[in-house]
Each structure stands twice: as structure tokens, then as C-alpha cells.
T-cell receptor, first 113, second 115 residues
Framework: DARVTQTPRHKVTEMGQEVTMRCQPI?????VFWYRQTMMQGLELLAY????????DSGMPKDRFSAEMPDATLATLKIQPSEPRDSAVYFC???????????FGPGTRLLVL | QKEVEQNSGPLSVPEGAIASLNCTYS??????FFWYRQYSGKSPELIMS????GDKEDGRFTAQLNKASQYVSLLIRDSQPSDSATYLC???????????????FGQGTILTVHP
């Protein structure tokens, strides 16, 4: 049963702390997307990788956010320092090889106090 | 102007009725169109895709696309309480193979089906 996994599922932290979110893509699916979802903005694309190389991270605040894919089984999204406005659900998603179907992970619910 | 627009609702329909969800997009060159369903507290899941003008039916769901009007819709026939969710319209500006599935999402429409 191939699926995208994300950890942690929930994170509560204080403003100024570093937050690291992890994603395990479906094995063999070489493209990884990071989305952020809030009530106000909806689902926004932050960054995406293809074969571990960043293709587009224009949706990501560069001063505090960073995304990496150190190997084919792990993608990370870091926020340092975190701020209350970063509170959201962060989704990792894999498209299939045609690019037409996106498989979403369960999300990380982040609350920054 | 948002690239993909949906009426946020909530849209409330009685069980057994037809629910009609609408979406407009701004990029006339868009190639692929999708409807995702998201239950409260869950992640989005794909329910329909459509690429050419006209209707596409899958069970109780029908997607309709009109590229000239830049309009996509989703009809749910015989609505059930289990259809209550947020429905997200998504657009891929390029054919999937060239953009690797990069999607722009609408804000979503909240649908409630009451017994």
C-alpha cells in the first residue's frame, strides 16, 4: 500500500523555535511538492523538487524557510525562526509519473504560539 | 484576481439532490483540470480529472469543462451525507509531463448534504 507519509502529524512550538517537518515520498515517485493550507489563503504551493533538485521555491519565504531532499526517501521543510503566522497545515504531495494525479500525505499541523 | 476562483459556500443541499460546484480560472493556456475532495482534518484526494471540453462522468460525479469560458464544474448526483466535504478545484497550466504536476488550487467550496 504505497502512500506518502509525514512526520510529525502535530507540532506545537513557541515563536522563535526551529521546526522541521519530514516527508517520505512514495518510492519511485521522483517529484515532491510542499503545500501550506490555511483558512485565509487556502492551499498554497511553497516549493517542489524533481529528482532531489529544487525546481521552484518561489512560494516560500526565503528568510526563514528552507526545503531540501537529501535522498530519494526523505524531503524536509524547515522553519527557523518560526512565527505565529506560520501556523498552518503543511502537506507533502507526490504526483504519479504522468504528473496528473497528486497523492497527498496526511499533513503536519503546526501551531506556533 | 486569484488564478483559480471558487465560491467558498457553504453550499447546502438535501440528500438525494444534485450538488453543483463551480470554478473559474484565469490562465487561458491551462491544460488539465482536477477536482479534489477534502474531508475535515484530512488531506485532499483526487476524485475527477478532465482535459478536454465537454462532460466526463464517473459514477455519481460529472465534471464539465468549457475552455472558452474558462469554467470547470462538478456535479454530484444523488448527494449523500458522506459527500459533505470541501471540494477543491485545481488547474495545471501545462501538460503534466512538463510541469511535473504543479497545480494551482482554488479556495475550495464547503458542501453540506443534510438528511
Amino acid at each position: 500500500d504505497a502512500r506518502v507519509t509525514q512526520t510529525p502529524r502535530h507540532k506545537v512550538t513557541e515563536m522563535g523555535q526551529e521546526v522541521t517537518m519530514r516527508c517520505q515520498p512514495i518510492l519511485g515517485h521522483n517529484t515532491v511538492f510542499w503545500y501550506r493550507q490555511t483558512m485565509m489563503q487556502g492551499l498554497e504551493l511553497l516549493a517542489y523538487f524533481r529528482n532531489r533538485a529544487p525546481l521552484d521555491d518561489s512560494g516560500m519565504p526565503k528568510d526563514r524557510f528552507s526545503a531540501e531532499m537529501p535522498d530519494a526517501t526523505l524531503a524536509t521543510l524547515k522553519i527557523q525562526p518560526s512565527e505565529p503566522r506560520d501556523s498552518a497545515v503543511y502537506f507533502c504531495a507526490n504526483p504519479d509519473e504522468s504528473g496528473e494525479t497528486q497523492y497527498f500525505g496526511p499533513g503536519t499541523r503546526l501551531l506556533v504560539l | 484576481q486569484k488564478e483559480v476562483e471558487q465560491n467558498s459556500g457553504p453550499l447546502s443541499v438535501p440528500e438525494g439532490a444534485i450538488a453543483s460546484l463551480n470554478c473559474t480560472y484565469s490562465d487561458r493556456g491551462s491544460q488539465s483540470f482536477f477536482w479534489y475532495r477534502q474531508y475535515s482534518g484530512k488531506s485532499p484526494e483526487l476524485i475527477m480529472s478532465i482535459y478536454s471540453n465537454g462532460d466526463k462522468e464517473d459514477g455519481r460525479f460529472t465534471a464539465q469543462l468549457n475552455k472558452a469560458s474558462q469554467y470547470v464544474s462538478l456535479l454530484i448526483r444523488d448527494s449523500q451525507p458522506s459527500d459533505s466535504a470541501t471540494y477543491l478545484c485545481a488547474v495545471n497550466a501545462n501538460a503534466g509531463g512538463t510541469s511535473y504536476g504543479k497545480l494551482t488550487f482554488g479556495q475550495g467550496t464547503i458542501l453540506t448534504v443534510h438528511p
